[in-house]
């Protein structure tokens, strides 16, 4: 069964940092690329970033670029997105989900920008 | 706005079909297979229809996709009470090089 669970939310100050982290199971990690799908309260989804399999294609969405880094550790079944500069629209909750094509998403995981 | 355009809102009643539309253009919908989620209020979404007009293991057979040029269909037949959610098409964006995802289109059941 895949699972994908993501961690790391919370609420910071704009401008402030966060990492968010999704740790995978259930497949065969380093075979499938991985995204970032963020949906903000009461707003529909909206594609962040990807990375391939070995990490070495990133992309991101222009509203992020700069600003967001994609990351993976295949050696822990796990990827990240590091958030800098957050602003307040950043607010939302963030899904891990699997392929470019996205199959299958986490539970998610809320981001508050707020002072 | 979003680059693909669904309709916000559609409606039935217990039994009837369904047909929800997303609309894009040639360097998105044109070029690329569509996929379809849903997603009840309050949960993560899940893939509904992959590639224009597969099914994933699980999904009833009342739900089924279909792509024409720079458009894609998803229709619901046999309306029930439990597709009452939110609805979304996807596909990718070979000018923005990234993913795109339909503004989303409540479902309501009567």
């Known amino acids: 069964e895949v699972r994908l669970l993501e961690s790391g939310g919370g609420l910071v100050q704009p401008g402030g940092s966060l990492r968010l982290s999704c740790a995978a199971s259930?497949?065969?990690?380093?075979?499938?690329?991985m995204s970032w799908v963020r949906q903000a309260p009461g707003k529909g989804l909206e594609w962040v970033s990807a990375i391939g399999g070995s990490g070495d294609t990133t992309l991101y969405a222009d509203s992020v670029k700069g600003r967001f880094t994609i990351s993976r550790d295949n050696s822990k079944n796990t990827v990240y997105l590091q958030m800098n500069s957050l602003r307040v629209e950043d607010t939302a909750i963030y899904y891990c989900a699997r392929n470019f094509a996205i199959d299958y998403w986490g539970q998610g995981n809320l981001v508050t920008v707020s002072s | 706005q979003s680059v693909l355009t669904q309709p916000p809102s559609a409606s039935g009643t217990p039994g009837q079909k369904i047909t929800i539309s997303c609309s894009g253009s040639s360097s998105n919908i044109g070029g690329n297979t569509v996929n379809w989620y849903q997603q009840v209020p309050g949960t993560a979404p899940r893939l509904l229809i992959y590639t224009n007009d597969q099914r994933p293991s699980g999904v009833p057979d009342r739900f089924s996709g279909s792509k024409s040029g720079t458009s894609a269909s998803l229709a619901i037949s046999d309306l029930q009470s439990e597709d009452e959610a939110d609805y979304y098409c996807a596909t990718w964006d070979d000018s923005l090089n990234g993913r795109l995802f339909g503004g989303g289109t409540k479902l309501t059941v009567l």
């Open positions: 259930g497949f065969t990690f380093s075979s499938y690329a």
